[in-house]
């Protein structure tokens, strides 16, 4: 990249949307980026990513080591088409494979090494791009691009959030229990706030959104409304 166009990527604009799973953070992220005609990052996407490909592998969730040499060599990419975001590796669009369950909770194991998350780092930042970028995420606005503008905040009740996954994989025909995802909602939401590196937890100049009671129409005005507010 050349100094201008690094100069460039530094002065875009940076909209972060972090929150715990379910919360709806991905789909303001994506009808964020559409208003805007901004770049799209879902930094959750490679966190999947590297647990999907340690899966794979059969490498063992608890060797820190490996799972970092993963993360720092991953042959990924994103590529839009009719309005969607697929996650690409190693040239196979793997897009419904990182949704499942166990790659979900893999995933939730691996965010919470530090090596991964550090080899993730930059990679990150690199979505950073002119005219602008919104990223999604549990720790957007507290590390990855802590001078973002905006940042928000997305959250919902537990039960809100397992009953929200519940009707979308019943929408697909896969049978769950309310009370199991509810249970591993619980179990990611303790993880996540409780690790080490960069636990999930709202930015102290970020704006804190419930989206309990919230219709997604009305949460994707209040966001756009901040921006409007603080990006000129």
């Known amino acids: 990249m050349t100094e201008a166009a690094n100069l460039n990527s ?5 909209i972060t949307i972090d929150g715990p799973s379910g919360s709806g953070k991905g789909t303001i992220a994506k009808l964020l980026a559409d208003s805007l005609g901004y770049e799209l990052l879902d930094s959750g996407a490679l966190y999947r990513l590297t647990a999907l490909a340690a899966l794979n592998g059969e490498v063992d969730l608890s060797d820190e080591t490996r799972l970092a040499e993963i993360a720092g060599s991953l042959d990924i990419r994103f590529a839009v088409a009719n309005g969607e975001v697929a996650a690409v590796l190693q040239g196979v669009d793997v897009s419904r494979d990182i949704r499942m369950e166990r790659v979900s909770m893999a995933a ?10 550090e080899a993730l ?3 990150q930042r690199d979505f950073r791009q002119a005219p602008g970028l919104v990223a999604d995420g549990r720790d957007m606005g507290t590390t990855v691009f802590p001078d973002a503008p905006v940042k928000v905040f997305l959250t919902a009740s537990a039960e809100e959030r397992a009953r929200r996954r519940y009707d979308q994989l019943q929408g697909r025909g896969v049978s769950v229990s309310l009370r199991d995802l509810l249970e591993d909602i619980r179990a990611r939401d303790e993880r996540d706030m409780n690790r080490a590196a960069s636990p999930l937890a709202p930015a102290e100049d970020a ?8 219709g997604i129409d009305d949460v994707l005005q209040k966001v756009l409304d901040l921006v409007h507010e603080r990006i000129r």
């Open 10 to 14: 530094q002065q875009a604009p940076v």
């Open 108 to 117: 939730s194991r691996v965010a919470a090494v530090p090596a991964v998350r």
């Open 121 to 123: 780092l930059q990679r």
């Open 207 to 214: 704006v804190v959104l419930d989206s309990t009671d919230i």
